[in-house]
Structure formats: structure tokens, C-alpha cells
């Protein structure tokens, strides 16, 4: 004769089942998006980033958007619950009303610090229309923080450009950089920092710093949304990006004594304690 099983038991036993289940599925994926223009599908003129109202840069906005809800709508599809897109252009670049449904979306000055709203909740960052640092030859609008006083960056020694910084203070909060998009010089360098793990989609090659092969949009978009998707099954073999503290810090920059002069170049050199403030240096 078969043992009986109390019906309490099977009953609790379902219970227990169903709640852990439940737990599984609502546990969030949350991915943080910080974007900048320079690295979006079409963009390849500095007439293109740098003036407010400008109607290329207007346009260049719509590139941007497109480039944004490619992104979003991989991510979604790959098991994002909740994705928030910061707007990381100087001047600010987001199109409201080409705003991608499934995303929230942070733009507008001042804010309270580096990557607003980004904290441990986050599995994955991804750096969208991102671009080399200052002075690679063949990075299509590459600069670091300012193209106009042509900042360049070293960290414990290594010369970095702004991946490496997103990159470190999202390590802050032990959030790894999961993809990067933008032009080939911009995913070699993630490549070089990040491993092979990150995913990288680049959307034109360089030939200059204001001339590029670009690439179709009919291209770049699905590229985007399967690079995003691929991004999302990647995050378990990605790994935060860390700068050991203290860091030691040189920074190299232009100096203009009158507007339209020549500029002369300058350096400084310091100790950051915290990586929260490495762009105050």
C-alpha cells in the first residue's frame, strides 16, 4: 500500500512552490542608459553636438532617439523590467516626444551628481552614442569631457576617456558596463577596458575626427536591438570596472588667454579619494 500524504502537506507544499515562484518573477532587471551624441547613428560633425538650436543639431537629436529606442526595445525583449535613460550630452539632447514607451527618462541641469539615479539596484549600464577619447586618430568627434580645450585624462597612469570614467563610477555602485555603442574606435577602446564580454556595436568607422563612413540606419537600428538583447544575457560575465583608491590623477588641457588666440597647454596633477568625484578633478 502507497504512503499517504497528508493533504495539508501537498497543499503547503503548493503554497511554498507558488510563492517562491511569484519571488522569482518579480525580482526586476533593472539597466541604466547614459547616452551622448557624438556616437549616434549619423553623427560626424561637431556643427552637429555643439550649438543649442541649431538645426543640425536638432536632427542629430532625432539620430539619437532612433539609436535610444533601438536599444530599449532589445532590452525589453531580452527580460528588462525597468530601464532608466539618462541624458548625458552637455547641452542635453533627448526629443521628448520620440521618447521610446518602456523607459524613464532623466535630462535637464543641474542634478545632484554623476549617473543620477544610478544605484546597486542595477544589474547592467549601457553607454549609448559614446565616443573615443581625446586624441585617437581615427575617433570620429573623439574629445574627453571638453573637445574644445582638448582635456586628456590619466588614472593611476593609463590615459582614459569618458567610458573609462561612466565606467568607474558605475563600479562604484558594483554595476558592470554591459555594452557601448558607437563608431569602431569607440568599441576598440571599450574592448581594450572592458574585455570582450562588454557587447559593442559600433555605428560608422572613423576616417578623421569630423569625417566617417556611416552606416545605414536600416543597419544600425537591428544591430543595436540585438546587440541590446545580446547585452542583457552577457551580465553575468561582466565584471564592474574598478579604479584602485587613492587615484592618481594627471589631467592636460587648453588654456585660452584671449578668445580667439591660440591656446596653450597646461597640466595638473592630484590624488582623488573618491571615485563619485573623479569629474570634479
Not at 502507497?2 to 518579480?26: E, I
Not at 570582450?196 to 556611416?214: M, W
Request: proline letters at 6%; one cysteine or more.
Amino acid at each position: 500500500m502507497r504512503p499517504r500524504v497528508p493533504v495539508v502537506c501537498l497543499v503547503g507544499g503548493l503554497f511554498l512552490f507558488a510563492c517562491v515562484s511569484l519571488s522569482l518573477a518579480a525580482d526586476p532587471l533593472r539597466i541604466y542608459i547614459v547616452t551622448d551624441l557624438e556616437g549616434a547613428s549619423g553623427v560626424y560633425r561637431f556643427a552637429q553636438t555643439r550649438e543649442p538650436g541649431n538645426p543640425l543639431g536638432e536632427k542629430a537629436k532625432e539620430y539619437l532617439m532612433g539609436d535610444i529606442a533601438a536599444v530599449v526595445r532589445g532590452l525589453r525583449a531580452a527580460g528588462a523590467t525597468d530601464i532608466v535613460v539618462l541624458d548625458g550630452h552637455g547641452s542635453q539632447a533627448f526629443v521628448p516626444h520620440l521618447m521610446e514607451p518602456g523607459a524613464k527618462y532623466i535630462t535637464g541641469t543641474p542634478r545632484p551628481g554623476p549617473l543620477t539615479g544610478l544605484d546597486e539596484s542595477f544589474a547592467g549600464m549601457v553607454q549609448l552614442g559614446a565616443h573615443a577619447m581625446m586624441g585617437t586618430l581615427d575617433g570620429v568627434l573623439c574629445h574627453t569631457q571638453s573637445s574644445r580645450s582638448e582635456n586628456r585624462y590619466w588614472y593611476n597612469g593609463v590615459e582614459s576617456g569618458e567610458l573609462v570614467q561612466c565606467a568607474a563610477i558605475a563600479g562604484y555602485y558594483g554595476v558592470p558596463t554591459i555594452m557601448v555603442t558607437g563608431d569602431e574606435a569607440t568599441c576598440r577602446e571599450s574592448r581594450r577596458f572592458f574585455g570582450p564580454e562588454c557587447v559593442t556595436v559600433s555605428v560608422k568607422r572613423g576616417i578623421a575626427r569630423e569625417a566617417a563612413e556611416l552606416y545605414p540606419f536600416d543597419e544600425t537600428r537591428p544591430a543595436l536591438y540585438e546587440g541590446a538583447k545580446r547585452a542583457v544575457a552577457a551580465i553575468a560575465n561582466c565584471q564592474p570596472y574598478k579604479l584602485s583608491l587613492p587615484i592618481q590623477a594627471k589631467k592636460e588641457y587648453l588654456v585660452f588667454d584671449e578668445p580667439s588666440g591660440p591656446g596653450r597647454r597646461v597640466s595638473k596633477e592630484g590624488t582623488i579619494e573618491d571615485v563619485l568625484r573623479l569629474l570634479d578633478f
